[in-house]
């Protein structure tokens, strides 16, 4: 059978993913890595350089999914925030691997600064807003309020002794709530196009 690069490319990077999600990028290791991709420990080398570029290679891929599962929309920010809520509680390895990045490094790669400022200048324009550095404030707030869910300790998701289902919904209402009022204070629109959802 011959050798599928793109193949064995994937699989790296599914396998990495993993690794990261799990242990973040300093407990890591490139051996459970390959072991995990059925590929050779070069293979990562070969493919990403190193450890760091893999992990970057990660997050700008899972970070690629999230976006075509939760388009941005800044001219409904609070559904934004609602689709976002859904696909990071859908997936929460993603978020702890964003997590992991945090704590482990205080940089932002070129991709991502390109990608924030390009949802800024949409922002900006959506809301009126009076520059692209607020407008990126706003845009950190939104994703704050977006991810707050998956740090609540279930103690707390608990209180009230409501379905794990139903108090997940009514969070998200509270979501999208709060993003409507900051979009409204902000002279935007603020009513989402999904709150049925």
Known sequence: MPYDSAA???RLLDAAYHEF????????????????????????YAYFGS??????AVLSDRLSVLADTAP???DDLPGYAGALFDAL????DLLRLTRWR??????????????HLEKAVALRTALGLPDDRTAIDVLEVVVAISTAWTGVPEGLRAVGGE???????AHRAVV?????????SLGGSGTPADTAQ
Request: a negative charge; one cysteine or more; aromatic letters at 2%.
């Open 102 to 115: 945090g704590l482990e490094r205080d940089d932002a790669t070129p991709g991502e600064i390109d990608s």
């Open 72 to 74: 941005y929309t800044p």
């Open 176 to 184: 999208i709530a709060a993003v409507g009022a900051i979009c409204q």
């Open 51 to 56: 450890k760091d570029n893999l992990f970057d």
């Open 21 to 44: 999600s799990e242990r973040g990028l300093a407990g890591a290791r490139v051996d459970r890595i390959a072991a995990a991709a059925s590929a050779n420990k070069q293979a990562i």
């Open 163 to 169: 379905d794990p289902v139903e108090r997940q919904a």
């Open 8 to 10: 064995t490319r994937a």
């Open 89 to 92: 509680n859908a997936n929460p």
